[in-house]
């Protein structure tokens, strides 16, 4: 899959307003499902160790955010600007 992350095709495409991107190849499904599977884990080590939120806890957030916003941004056709449509 880490190669995959490295080709010059685009998971995703730009909106036609806005800031941001979709996704429309299976790949970008996929990271955006890990990225949901991950947070939703990451839940579960609070529940568990009793509800307190500690510095790995927030870490291992912003870490994974930061790598996802940035991948979904180099993989986005057309790149990330505001627009206003046609």
């Not at 995959?4 to 979709?22: A, E, P, T, V």
Request: no cysteine.
């Amino acid at each position: 899959m880490l190669h995959m992350m490295f080709d010059k095709k685009y998971w995703f495409r730009s909106k036609k307003y806005g800031l941001g991107s979709y996704s429309h190849t299976w790949q970008g499904w996929a990271f955006l499902v890990l990225y949901v599977v991950f947070l939703f884990g990451m839940g579960l080590y609070v529940e568990r160790g009793g509800g307190e939120i500690d510095a790995m806890w927030w870490t291992g957030i912003l870490v994974i955010t930061a790598l996802f916003i940035f991948i979904t941004w180099k993989k986005t056709e057309g790149g990330w600007r505001w627009r206003w449509g046609d």
